[in-house]
T-cell receptor, first 113, second 115 residues
Framework: DTGVSQDPRHKITKRGQNVTFRCDPI?????LYWYRQTLGQGPEFLTY????????KSRLLSDRFSAERPKGSFSTLEIQRTEQGDSAMYLC???????????FGPGTRLTVT | AQSVTQPDIHITVSEGASLELRCNYS??????LFWYVQSPGQGLQLLLK??????LVQGIKGFEAEFKRSQSSFNLRKPSVHWSDAAEYFC?????????????FGAGTQVVVTP
């Protein structure tokens, strides 16, 4: 198993554009998490899936953000009408059921110009 | 409000010296506790975790952490650091009342290792 993968690793976009990130979790993990990390801060929870069901969304996830996990495998995070404040590292993690270790991907660094 | 505090933003340590990173939490009940390390260009890697039982926890790469309930602390230690330990370290907690396991992270401590 190659671990959690994320694509792209870097994305530069202009303000107002839409962007989509993809996360492929470890294959047997049914839980998938998205976090956002800004410079000098620890990651902040955005949303969580168990299989294909999105079970919780943070207040950080405004209406411009949407996440999906259509078949309970990979997940996508879309940001519409990007703003400069969206510039951050977007991290994906996966885990087995219960409170257990979360395995993180390398992240997608978004820069909004 | 629930919080995780890492009081030291930046620590410089000589190679071969000991290292201790502090973590304090404020929660209604003792949460599950984790330490992660993040190297440039790498994802977060779990060093160790505490769920219950022995309050001294051994992790990977020679790290250990001690849970002290009375101090609401979970400090990370390494007896002798290597240059490869230079990285950012994050303490994280997951509430025991939340079966979903989402993590709340501290702001991190940047560790610089000098020759």
């Amino acid at each position: 198993d190659t671990g959690v993968s994320q694509d792209p690793r870097h994305k530069i976009t202009k303000r107002g554009q839409n962007v989509t990130f993809r996360c492929d979790p470890i294959s047997e993990h049914n839980r998938l998490y998205w976090y956002r990390q800004t410079l000098g801060q620890g990651p902040e929870f955005l949303t969580y899936f168990q299989n294909e069901a999105q079970l919780e969304k943070s207040r950080l996830l405004s209406d411009r953000f949407s996440a999906e996990r259509p078949k309970g495998s990979f997940s996508t995070l879309e940001i519409q009408r990007t703003e400069q404040g969206d510039s951050a590292m977007y991290l994906c993690a996966s885990s087995l059921p219960g409170v257990s270790e979360q395995y993180f991907g390398p992240g997608t660094r978004l820069t909004v110009t | 409000a629930q919080s995780v505090t890492q009081p030291d933003i930046h620590i410089t340590v000589s190679e071969g010296a000991s290292l201790e990173l502090r973590c304090n939490y404020s929660y209604g009940a003792t949460p599950y506790l984790f330490w992660y390390v993040q190297s440039p260009g790498q994802g977060l890697q779990l060093l160790l975790k505490y769920f219950s039982g022995d309050t001294l926890v051994q992790g990977i790469k020679g790290f250990e952490a001690e849970f002290k309930r009375s101090q609401s602390s979970f400090n990370l230690r390494k007896p002798s650091v290597h240059w490869s330990d230079a990285a950012e370290y994050f303490c994280a907690v997951a509430p025991t009342t939340d079966s979903w396991g989402k993590l709340q992270f501290g702001a991190g401590t940047q560790v610089v290792v000098t020759p």
